[in-house]
T-cell receptor
Framework: AQTVTQSQPEMSVQEAETVTLSCTYDTSESDYYLFWYKQPPSRQMILVIRQEAYKQQNATENRFSVNFQKAAKSFSLKISDSQLGDAAMYFC?????????FGTGTSLTVIP | DGGITQSPKYLFRKEGQNVTLSCEQNLNHDAMYWYRQDPGQGLRLIYYSQIVNDFQKGDIAEGYSVSREKKESFPLTVTSAQKNPTAFYLCATTDGQGSSYEQYFGPGTRLTVT
């Protein structure tokens, strides 16, 4: 089975500052996709950003960007200009074949 | 208004009773998934289905059963054999067409068994 590891159970960031959430994954597949999902207190899972493994360019979505290091199997999420609404649980996930594999999550607190 | 519906949002049952969680989608997606979420353990896959009348076990299928008689519906039954059924359950779909593979999630059902 594939594994996705998030080594930071909790993180905090000052409002307007930048924070990076770490994620590593383990796969022997050459074709896969990587995702970051956000789960706010409502518990609705929301897609933050997606990266296709075959693309070398790092994905960006407004204030959210990733640092995709394929050889190191690392996929970190950078949140710039953090806002109070960014406070949530963040899950890293990989997709290959027919299944998704999720990390255990990082709880992000934003300090006003 | 396309999306995934899970009902009810909160469900309470007595130990020893089977309970069925509903998941309906109108996104016309082929693949549907059931996850269990416990504190500190992320999302764990229970069952998934790629097409109607076919489904596969995930990592923690013991004590659960599913059916996929219609493309739109993928109900999950939590049986009395499930040792610790109290959890938050999420249903999800994936389009799989093109290169998206984004997973869309329902709002979840919180099951409490006492």
């Amino acid at each position: 089975a594939q594994t996705v590891t998030q080594s930071q159970p909790e993180m905090s960031v000052q409002e307007a500052e930048t924070v990076t959430l770490s994620c590593t994954y383990d796969t022997s597949e050459s074709d896969y996709y990587l995702f970051w999902y956000k789960q706010p207190p409502s518990r609705q899972m929301i897609l933050v950003i997606r990266q296709e493994a075959y693309k070398q360019q790092n994905a960006t979505e407004n204030r959210f960007s990733v640092n995709f290091q394929k050889a190191a199997k690392s996929f970190s999420l950078k949140i710039s200009d953090s806002q109070l609404g960014d406070a949530a649980m963040y899950f890293c996930a990989s997709f290959t074949g027919n299944q998704f594999y999720f990390g255990t999550g990082t709880s992000l607190t934003v300090i006003p | 208004d396309g999306g995934i519906t899970q009902s009810p949002k909160y469900l309470f049952r007595k130990e020893g009773q089977n309970v069925t969680l509903s998941c309906e989608q109108n996104l016309n997606h082929d693949a549907m998934y059931w996850y269990r979420q416990d504190p500190g353990q992320g999302l764990r896959l229970i069952y998934y289905s790629q097409i109607v009348n076919d489904f596969q076990k995930g990592d923690i299928a013991e004590g659960y059963s599913v059916s996929r008689e219609k493309k739109e519906s993928f109900p999950l039954t939590v049986t009395s054999a499930q040792k610790n059924p109290t959890a938050f359950y999420l249903c999800a779909t994936t389009d799989g067409q093109g290169s998206s593979y984004e997973q869309y999630f329902g709002p979840g059902t919180r099951l409490t068994v006492t």
